[in-house]
């Protein structure tokens, strides 16, 4: 039988985590410009807290039903 070649991936190798500091984290999650990626941020952030809102006063109008 043929031996598999087995190869190790290290997530922390030092070349990963050289990359990651040189690279700001706009570039890294596909954005042009750091401004636009904070906005995406907040909208998120905005949109989660909505979700969390909607989902308390459902609970609210089902208990009052």
């Known amino acids: ?5 087995e190869l190790e ?3 922390d190798s030092e070349i990963i985590r050289k990359l ?5 984290d706009f570039k890294r999650h596909g954005f042009q410009s750091d401004e636009d990626w904070k906005k ?3 909208e ?3 949109w989660r807290h909505m979700e969390q809102m ?3 006063q459902m609970k609210k ?3 009052d039903v």
Request: glycine share 4%; aromatic share 4%.
């Open 20 to 24: 990651k500091k040189e690279i700001p």
């Open 61 to 63: 109008g089902l208990k």
């Open 1 to 5: 039988m043929v031996k598999q070649l």
């Open 40 to 42: 995406a941020k907040a």
């Open 44 to 46: 998120d952030r905005a």
């Open 9 to 11: 991936f290290k997530p």
């Open 54 to 56: 909607n989902k308390i």
